[in-house]
């Protein structure tokens, strides 16, 4: 049997580990190839060791431990995971030109000045606030506005959005983007209730999904990837990137490399890469199946790390970072403090702030010149922490399709593909779709695609 993953971020390297593993339970005889369009294995989690001391992270921070695939992979790369500092538990949100920590215990939440008294009553009402009916989409904000009033929607669940999708919480659809404030109010009835029976029966997680100590690695998060690479028992090609694939005889699969390469024959295929690659690849042969792919949309978003010498030091809070709504001066969606947050990301003495910028609320940061983007975060930087001292170090990074944006049909438009894929693969082997595009946006949920479409590559009678 024949397997060609293509996409070498997290989901793809899943998948292929997942495959190997089952065939290997099976003792079924497999290979299996990895393809990847970028010089090393990776995706969206680029790690990079500057010198003078500095690791930046072009993409996630880090990953929550509560994903029983990862616990699996890092098995199998033989690492160890690095806990995120206390400090990281500290979160803040920019408002009224301040910084304000975002406090879990309700006296301090509700001291914190981010919520009016009028806010904070009507956040109270929460509990009397009947379930939604019907089964007709709701985004974020509406739902927030509905159980919490409009201040909350706008000054705690909005900046949210835009600290996990980057996106806008009045077009992402709830129940796609964050099931677990669904599923709340479907059971309980209200969101506190809900709270108050986890707690009560000893459960772990809030309305935004599962709790989880956030982790990496010494060296970053790519780390992993590049050590699975290292140690995988199957083939990697980097720089192949896959122009289409094909049907082929005898229900295998053509992967097409181009430039006149030989064609590759698979008998099952996962394909684990951004929508808008997955939209191009079938474009040729399944051009119902691209154009709904290509409706998901991937905002840019720039990444801009700043270092600042130990003189700056004091200028920051001990913490993860801040979130920064639409309705405050800074054009920034957030600022994380790295260095606060895991051990060996600055020299010593050192600071090292990242700036994200764009997403769906800001496209246009794009038409900004480097020169001008390092601009505006350093003088952001400064006016908001008051810090006068110019960083020593920079590095930036541009994602052209950064993170998906489940908005508003969702859901109709994951099963619209799926339908579409079962059309288009009747009478062939199996086509599986991993990545982050539909069925989760975090790094754990990716690796948990992967590594499921991985064991169903093998387990699924392939057409030969």
Same mark, same amino acid.
């Given at each position: 049997?024949?397997?060609?993953?293509?996409?070498?971020?997290?989901?793809?390297?899943?998948?292929?580990?997942?495959?190997?593993?089952?065939?290997?339970?099976?003792?079924?005889?497999?290979?299996?190839?990895?393809?990847?369009?970028?010089?090393?294995?990776?995706?969206?989690?680029?790690?990079?060791?500057?010198?003078?001391? =500095?690791?930046?992270?072009?993409?996630?921070?880090?990953?929550?431990?509560?994903?029983?695939?990862?616990?699996?992979?890092?098995?199998?790369?033989?690492?160890?995971?690095?806990?995120?500092?206390?400090?990281?538990?500290?979160?803040?949100?920019?408002?009224?030109? @301040?910084?304000?920590?975002?406090?879990?215990?309700?006296?301090?939440?509700?001291?914190?000045?981010?919520?009016?008294?009028?806010?904070?009553?009507?956040?109270?009402?929460?509990?009397?606030?009947?379930?939604?009916?019907?089964?007709?989409?709701?985004?974020?904000?509406?739902?927030?506005?509905?159980?919490?009033?409009?201040?909350?929607?706008?000054?705690?669940?909005?900046?949210?959005?835009?600290?996990?999708? /980057?996106?806008?919480?009045?077009?992402?659809?709830?129940?796609?983007?964050? #099931?677990?404030?669904?599923?709340?109010?479907?059971?309980?009835?209200?969101?506190?209730?809900?709270?108050?029976?986890? @707690?009560?029966?000893?459960?772990?997680?809030? #309305?935004?999904?599962?709790?989880?100590?956030?982790?990496?690695?010494?060296?970053?998060?790519?780390?992993?990837?590049?050590?699975?690479? /290292?140690?995988?028992?199957? @083939?990697?090609?980097?720089?192949?990137?896959?122009?289409?694939?094909?049907?082929?005889?005898?229900?295998? =699969?053509?992967?097409?490399?181009?430039?006149?390469?030989?064609?590759?024959?698979?008998?099952?295929?996962?394909?684990?890469?951004?929508?808008?690659?997955? /939209?191009?690849?079938?474009?040729?042969?399944?051009p119902t199946l691209a154009t709904e792919l290509d409706t998901i949309d991937h905002p840019g978003v720039s990444v801009l790390s700043?270092?600042?010498?130990?003189?700056?030091?004091?200028?920051?809070?001990?913490?993860?970072?801040?979130?920064?709504?639409?309705?405050? @001066?800074?054009?920034?969606?957030?600022?994380? =403090?790295?260095?606060?947050?895991?051990?060996?990301?600055?020299?010593?003495?050192?600071?090292?702030?990242?700036?994200?910028?764009?997403?769906?609320?800001? #496209?246009?940061?794009?038409?900004?010149?480097?020169?001008?983007?390092?601009?505006?975060?350093?003088?952001?930087?400064?006016?908001?922490?008051?810090?006068?001292?110019?960083?020593?170090?920079?590095?930036?990074?541009? =994602?052209?399709?950064?993170?998906?944006?489940?908005?508003?049909?969702?859901?109709?438009?994951?099963?619209?593909?799926?339908?579409?894929?079962?059309?288009?693969?009747?009478?062939?082997?199996p086509l599986q779709l991993a990545g982050n595009s539909m069925y989760g946006v975090a790094f754990g949920k990716a690796a948990a695609?992967?590594?499921?479409?991985?064991?169903?590559?093998?387990?699924?009678?392939?057409?030969?």
């Open positions: 049997m024949q397997l060609v993953v293509v996409g070498g971020g997290i989901s793809g390297l899943a998948a292929a580990w997942a495959a190997h593993e089952e065939a290997r339970k099976r003792e079924t005889s497999i290979e299996i190839t990895l393809l990847d369009a970028a010089d090393q294995v990776g995706g969206k989690a680029v790690s990079n060791r500057s010198e003078g001391g =500095w690791l930046t992270e072009s993409g996630p921070t880090g990953f929550l431990d509560n994903e029983p695939v990862l616990d699996e992979l890092i098995a199998l790369a033989g690492l160890t995971k690095v806990p995120a500092n206390e400090a990281a538990a500290h979160r803040f949100l920019v408002f009224g030109g @301040k910084l304000r920590e975002i406090h879990a215990h309700p006296l301090k939440f509700a001291t914190g000045g981010i919520i009016s008294p009028l806010g904070l009553m009507r956040m109270a009402r929460e509990i009397f606030v009947p379930g939604k009916q019907g089964k007709a989409d709701e985004s974020v904000w509406e739902f927030g506005r509905r159980r919490l009033g409009a201040q909350a929607a706008d000054r705690m669940l909005a900046p949210m959005v835009q600290g996990v999708f /980057a996106g806008d919480s009045k077009k992402l659809s709830l129940p796609a983007a964050f #099931p677990r404030m669904a599923e709340m109010e479907q059971q309980y009835g209200s969101l506190f209730k809900a709270l108050i029976a986890v @707690k009560r029966t000893g459960g772990k997680g809030g #309305p935004s999904g599962p709790s989880g100590t956030l982790t990496s690695f010494e060296g970053g998060l790519q780390t992993l990837l590049l050590t699975l690479a /290292a140690k995988a028992p199957f @083939k990697i090609r980097n720089r192949a990137r896959v122009n289409s694939i094909l049907c082929a005889d005898h229900g295998q =699969w053509a992967i097409d490399l181009g430039d006149g390469q030989e064609m590759l024959k698979a008998d099952s295929v996962v394909l684990a890469t951004e929508g808008p690659c997955m /939209a191009r690849i079938f474009e040729a042969d399944a700043l270092g600042y010498p130990p003189e700056a030091a004091t200028h920051f809070p001990n913490g993860f970072g801040c979130l920064i709504p639409r309705t405050e @001066k800074p054009r920034a969606l957030g600022f994380l =403090w790295d260095s606060r947050i895991f051990p060996d990301r600055a020299p010593e003495g050192h600071t090292l702030v990242r700036a994200l910028y764009g997403g769906a609320v800001d #496209p246009s940061v794009a038409d900004l010149s480097s020169e001008e983007l390092k601009e505006r975060a350093t003088r952001e930087i400064c006016e908001l922490f008051h810090c006068p001292v110019a960083p020593v170090f920079t590095h930036e990074t541009r =994602w052209q399709n950064a993170i998906p944006q489940y908005n508003l049909g969702h859901l109709g438009r994951v099963a619209r593909i799926e339908a579409a894929l079962k059309i288009h693969t009747e009478g062939q082997g695609r992967g590594w499921k479409v991985g064991q169903q590559a093998v387990s699924q009678p392939a057409m030969v």
